[in-house]
């Protein structure tokens, strides 16, 4: 995701330039300075140059949203991975799944039913194979 934003700020920054390239009395006049403005505008910082031609700010804005979006999202999506971690039990989904469904069962088609029949009882099975191999073990 860095190195996509890295890649967008770079594009963003150099249409910014060509399109302000050549305007009188534009405030981004080198390369340097429209990446400087990638980075104040994303951030929303606030303090960056506002653009003069119409392309430009028509670039400059698609790259606010865009920009502001996969920092800002990579942020809130890493920090919430990190403390989500911990209930993401394999186990506890199949449990819960299982609570579910046993909920649902006047919902459920007799096909459904069949079909959750037929995953409970290889799941006895399985609950046997593992009870002899503990028991010879």
């Known amino acids: 995701m860095v190195l996509m934003l890295i890649v967008l700020w770079l594009l963003f920054s150099a249409g910014v330039y060509l399109a302000e390239r050549g305007i009188g009395g534009a405030s981004i006049n080198s390369y340097g300075e429209a990446l400087y403005w990638g980075v104040a505008a994303f951030s929303t910082a606030g303090i960056a140059d506002t653009p003069t031609s119409g392309i430009a700010l028509l670039i400059g ?11 800002f999202g990579t942020i809130v999506a890493t920090v919430t991975t990190y403390f989500m971690r911990p209930m993401q039990r394999p186990h ?17 088609t007799l096909d459904e039913l069949n079909l959750l029949k037929e995953t409970i009882d290889t799941l006895i099975v399985h609950v046997e194979h593992i009870k002899e191999k503990q028991s010879k073990g």
């Open 92 to 108: 506890k989904k199949i449990i819960d799944t299982i609570e579910y469904n046993l909920e649902q069962l006047n919902d459920l």
């Open 61 to 71: 804005g698609l790259w606010i949203v865009i920009g502001s979006v996969l920092f």
